[in-house]
């Protein structure tokens, strides 16, 4: 099983700041990550895919890098929405889909 | 617009059975990778199962030989029936499809699109 391991598990940000999260997997999942935001008591909501490829419908403040087994989502000025959790998945396995245990970004 | 709709959660003992059902509008779920994922109280998310457009099934080492995922075509609504539920199993249970996409000459499965809003099930004596 690939382990993903996301850092910080908090982060505190000031609106209109930049918030960068960090996930690392346990082996190379090459660019086969994704990223998602979760609101309490909402399903999660895909935001990258591809590793840096946003999807539809999300704002070009949310941007993914990285591959091999480093993987960064920065938001880059924070919105009172974007208050939320976030993880990161990768699908570099198939059929042992892992997530990662979420990073919460709270207002500072 | 796609939507994700799940029902039949609830409170079940130890032992029991509960079957899931997840009602889909704006695509048709035989045509695409279907899938289960839950989360259990204040964790992160673990994949259970997923069914192949063509049928195949798979699922995850924590619930392989309780769960059964299946689709019901005419209804276009995708299931999990849950058997000898265990403790561990306390979870919101969302359905998602599943994307799988080609890119540069080779082929990935997959991030899941659209999630439902999740049903609760929650095993205790």
């Known amino acids: 099983e690939i382990v993903m391991t996301q850092s910080p598990a908090t982060l505190s940000v000031s609106p209109g700041e930049r918030a960068t999260l960090s996930c690392r997997a346990s082996?190379?999942?090459?660019?086969?990550l994704a990223w998602y935001q979760q609101k309490p008591g909402q399903a999660p909501r895909l935001l990258i895919y591809?590793?840096?490829t946003r999807a539809t419908g999300i704002p070009a403040r949310f941007s993914g890098s990285g591959s091999g087994t480093e993987f960064t989502l920065t938001i880059s000025s924070l919105q009172s929405e974007d208050f939320a959790v976030y993880y990161c998945?990768?699908?570099?396995?198939?059929?042992?889909?892992?997530f990662g245990q979420g990073t919460k970004v709270e207002i500072k | 617009d796609v939507q994700l709709v799940e029902t039949g959660g609830g409170l079940i003992q130890p032992g029991g059975s509960l079957r899931l059902s997840c009602a889909a509008s704006?695509?048709?779920?035989?045509?695409?990778?279907m899938s289960w994922v839950r989360q259990a109280p204040g964790k992160g998310l673990e994949w259970v199962s997923v069914?192949?457009?063509?049928?195949?099934?798979y699922y995850a080492d924590s619930v392989k030989g309780r769960f059964t995922i299946s689709r019901d075509n005419s209804k276009n609504t995708l299931y999990l029936q849950m058997n000898s539920l265990r403790a561990e199993d306390t979870a919101v249970y969302y359905c998602?499809?599943?994307?799988?996409?080609?890119?540069?000459?080779?082929?990935?499965?997959?991030?899941?699109?659209?999630w439902g809003q999740g049903t609760v099930v929650s095993v205790s004596s």
């Open positions: 704006g695509f048709t779920v035989s045509s695409n990778y």
């Open positions: 998945q990768q699908y570099n396995n198939w059929l042992a889909w892992t």
């Open positions: 082996q190379s999942v090459s660019s086969n």
């Open positions: 069914i192949y457009s063509g049928g195949s099934t």
């Open positions: 591809g590793a840096s």
């Open positions: 998602a499809r599943l994307i799988g996409y080609c890119s540069g000459g080779s082929c990935y499965l997959g991030y899941f699109d659209y």
